[in-house]
């Protein structure tokens, strides 16, 4: 059985506090299986572990070592221990070889460095495989909603044996899965049904005119070649995707009252830049027929419409489904489902058999950094998209991060709040 209860918060700093919430990643574990995941262990071995670094407990609220700085830097230098190598790491960035010895203390889930109020590293137990017929449910068949699951235990069937989650660290995956996968859709597919599901302050995020943009995209189903340009009509009851994005360096691809009717029959998607295809994809893999662009979906130039189109920003936004940010992208030609930042990780030593798979982990939980203070966001426009969308899922160079009325969940399955 799982220990205390199903979450857990801590608070770091005085701008967030890290909930550990479990119940979302088993959801997330259920509609994933049969799926092929990246594979624990790619980046750094179990097997390199010094004789310290085995007998380090870190399953344990309120663990606490000391290390020598130099010693640690020589063990880094000599790639002796991976667990050595990501302290080091950890350390030099925080700040933390300044002193001739290190405090490293587990905190909620991860680690904080010299009784520091941020966590350095993060400490995540990987959901085990199992099927939906095995999980300890109560009544539907699969695929589940977020409300179907929404009383799993913590305790798993997995090939006839027990599971026991720690209920005071993270479930999750050390290693992000590739961006555009079906699983990183997948993910973002119960990001919105728990919203959708829970969260009250949403409401109908559907509209009808006067609050639908004049035009939207039709990205019609995932293998067509062509999407095209469509004009809302009364009495149109329609969900859209936003996008949030910077133009970026000439040229850009636009909409003009030259190439209006052309648009208004077919865009192949091959001539959009990556960073609209992205759009089309990922619109397409939640599941929504219509997304808006302003440079398609705002006619361009002296003879356009754009500043009647720019009164009704606050509309757009405010009435979209949800937003899509891609803060990783400087124009239009880069796109935002590209790999990440890679993330090293080590396996802990195993102490019991039930025990589910821990992982010490480079931490990339900081919204702050990743999206509000990124220089695209800190622009006007885009601090007001930000503003006006009652939802975003935020692309990163480092992860993909969720943002509602409740608080940010993050990819690797830690959520946060103000």
Same mark, same amino acid.
């Given at each position: 059985?799982?220990?205390?209860?199903?979450?857990?918060?801590?608070?770091?700093?005085?701008?967030?506090?890290?909930?550990?919430?479990?119940?979302?990643?088993? /959801?997330?574990?259920?509609?994933?299986?049969?799926? /092929?995941?990246?594979?624990?262990?790619?980046?750094? +071995?179990?097997?390199?572990?010094?004789?310290?670094?085995?007998?380090?407990?870190?399953?344990?609220?309120?663990?606490?070592?000391?290390?020598?700085?130099?010693?640690?830097?020589?063990?880094?230098?000599?790639?002796?221990?991976?667990?050595?190598?990501?302290?080091?790491?950890?350390?030099?960035?925080?700040?933390?070889?300044?002193?001739?010895?290190?405090?490293?203390?587990?905190?909620?889930?991860?680690?904080?460095? /010299?009784?520091? /109020?941020?966590?350095?590293?993060?400490?995540?137990?990987?959901?085990?495989?199992?099927?939906?017929?095995?999980?300890?449910?109560?009544?539907?068949?699969?695929?589940?909603?977020?409300?179907?699951?929404?009383?799993?235990?913590?305790?798993?069937?997995?090939?006839?044996?027990?599971?026991?989650?720690?209920?005071?660290?993270?479930?999750?995956?050390?290693?992000? +899965?590739?961006?555009?996968?079906?699983?990183?859709?997948?993910?973002?597919?119960?990001?919105?049904?728990?919203?959708?599901?829970?969260?009250?302050?949403?409401?109908?995020?559907?509209?009808?005119?006067?609050?639908?943009?004049?035009?939207?995209?039709?990205?019609?189903?995932?293998?067509?070649?062509?999407?095209?340009?469509?004009?809302?009509?009364?009495?149109?009851?329609?969900?859209?995707?936003?996008?949030?994005?910077?133009?970026?360096?000439?040229?850009?691809?636009?909409?003009?009252?030259?190439?209006?009717?052309?648009?208004?029959?077919?865009?192949?998607?091959?001539?959009?830049?990556?960073?609209?295809?992205?759009?089309?994809?990922?619109?397409?893999?939640?599941?929504?027929?219509?997304?808006?662009?302003?440079?398609?979906?705002?006619?361009?130039?002296?003879?356009?419409?754009?500043?009647?189109?720019?009164?009704?920003?606050?509309?757009?936004?405010?009435?979209?489904?949800?937003?899509?940010?891609?803060?990783?992208?400087?124009?239009?030609?880069?796109?935002?489902?590209?790999?990440?930042?890679?993330?090293?990780?080590?396996?802990?030593?195993?102490?019991?058999?039930?025990?589910?798979?821990?992982?010490?982990?480079? +931490?990339?939980?900081?919204?702050?950094?990743?999206?509000?203070?990124?220089?695209?966001?800190?622009?006007?426009?885009?601090?007001?998209?930000?503003?006006?969308?009652?939802?975003?899922?935020?692309?990163?160079?480092?992860?993909?991060?969720?943002?509602?009325?409740?608080?940010?969940?993050?990819?690797?399955?830690?959520?946060?709040?103000?």
């Amino acid at each position: 059985m799982a220990r205390s209860s199903l979450s857990d918060s801590v608070q770091l700093g005085d701008r967030w506090t890290l909930h550990i919430d479990n119940q979302f990643p088993l /959801n997330v574990a259920l509609t994933i299986q049969g799926h /092929n995941l990246p594979h624990p262990g790619g980046r750094l +071995q179990l097997d390199r572990l010094c004789v310290s670094c085995q007998s380090r407990q870190l399953w344990k609220v309120g663990f606490s070592f000391t290390v020598s700085v130099k010693s640690l830097e020589a063990q880094a230098a000599r790639k002796a221990c991976d667990m050595c190598c990501l302290l080091w790491k950890a350390c030099s960035k925080a700040g933390g070889t300044n002193f001739q010895t290190s405090t490293f203390t587990r905190v909620g889930s991860g680690l904080t460095l /010299n009784s520091g /109020n941020v966590h350095v590293l993060s400490i995540c137990q990987e959901p085990s495989e199992y099927s939906a017929t095995t999980a300890k449910r109560s009544h539907l068949s699969p695929p589940p909603t977020f409300c179907d699951v929404v009383n799993i235990k913590l305790t798993i069937s997995v090939v006839h044996r027990a599971v026991d989650y720690f209920s005071d660290i993270q479930i999750g995956y050390p290693c992000l +899965q590739k961006a555009g996968s079906d699983v990183h859709f997948k993910i973002m597919n119960q990001w919105l049904d728990l919203c959708d599901s829970t969260h009250y302050h949403m409401g109908d995020a559907a509209s009808t005119k006067p609050d639908l943009p004049t035009r939207l995209i039709d990205v019609g189903h995932p293998d067509n070649e062509s999407v095209r340009l469509r004009e809302t009509q009364a009495g149109d009851y329609i969900r859209y995707i936003a996008l949030s994005h910077p133009w970026g360096d000439l040229p850009h691809f636009c909409t003009y009252r030259s190439n209006l009717k052309a648009h208004m029959e077919s865009i192949k998607v091959s001539d959009l830049p990556a960073t609209f295809r992205d759009a089309v994809v990922s619109t397409r893999a939640l599941g929504l027929q219509y997304l808006w662009i302003d440079p398609i979906c705002i006619i361009q130039g002296p003879d356009g419409d754009f500043i009647s189109e720019a009164k009704r920003m606050e509309q757009v936004f405010s009435s979209a489904y949800c937003a899509l940010a891609a803060s990783c992208t400087i124009g239009q030609s880069d796109g935002f489902l590209k790999p990440r930042r890679p993330r090293d990780y080590v396996q802990l030593p195993s102490q019991e058999n039930n025990r589910p798979p821990l992982y010490l982990c480079d +931490q990339i939980d900081d919204f702050n950094s990743h999206v509000l203070q990124e220089p695209p966001s800190t622009r006007g426009w885009v601090l007001q998209e930000h503003a006006l969308a009652r939802r975003t899922i935020f692309f990163t160079e480092h992860q993909t991060y969720f943002e509602c009325g409740k608080g940010v969940h993050c990819e690797t399955m830690i959520r946060m709040s103000k």
